[in-house]
């Protein structure tokens, strides 16, 4: 069986969020064409019981994994402008949206959570002090650093809330 070789994403495209250029888009899609050509290769290989069906698994799983590596670095996510991240931040939070429209919370660690996601998300969510308005203390995981950096993320705004539990 002939391994077919497919390089790992460039490390600066596959370690961050960060929107490849027109370029390496188009080289990205290439190698996703060419992965999914062998990847049915292997798969009709699979069918007629080739003589090392492990081998041709293990070559598949490998082979499908990076493909989808470079598929995730073309998703459109990557491109959303930071005001249509805080806006769907926003929605996460339960907080009033641009359109004066609340729905209720899901996680009340949302900003703390999409911070953590990338370094791109952590930016846009650090730099908006609405999105830390609204502090939820449980009192069975209170963290004293984590209240003092909500508090200053929040810059002291007017209508900030606490709410404990």
């Known amino acids: ?97 641009a359109d004066n429209i609340t729905i209720p919370p899901r996680n009340t660690q949302s900003p703390w959570n999409v911070s953590r996601v990338c370094s791109r998300w952590r930016a846009i969510s650090i730099s908006d002090p609405a999105l830390w308005s609204t502090i939820s203390i449980d009192s069975r995981t209170l963290a004293l650093f984590a209240l003092d950096a909500h508090l200053q993320r929040s810059m002291h705004i007017s209508n900030a809330r606490i709410l404990v539990s």
């Open 1 to 97: 069986m002939d391994l077919y070789h497919i390089a790992a994403p460039p490390i600066h495209l596959s370690s961050t969020n960060n929107v490849p250029s027109d370029a390496e888009a188009l080289e990205l899609r290439r190698a996703i064409h060419e992965g999914r050509t062998h990847l049915a290769h292997l798969a009709s290989q699979t069918k007629h019981l080739g003589s090392e069906p492990d081998k041709i698994q293990a070559e598949w799983n490998r082979l499908r994994h990076t493909v989808d590596q470079y598929r995730a670095i073309l998703s459109p996510l990557r491109g959303f402008a930071p005001e249509l991240m805080r806006e769907i931040f926003f929605w996460t939070l339960g907080l009033p949206t």
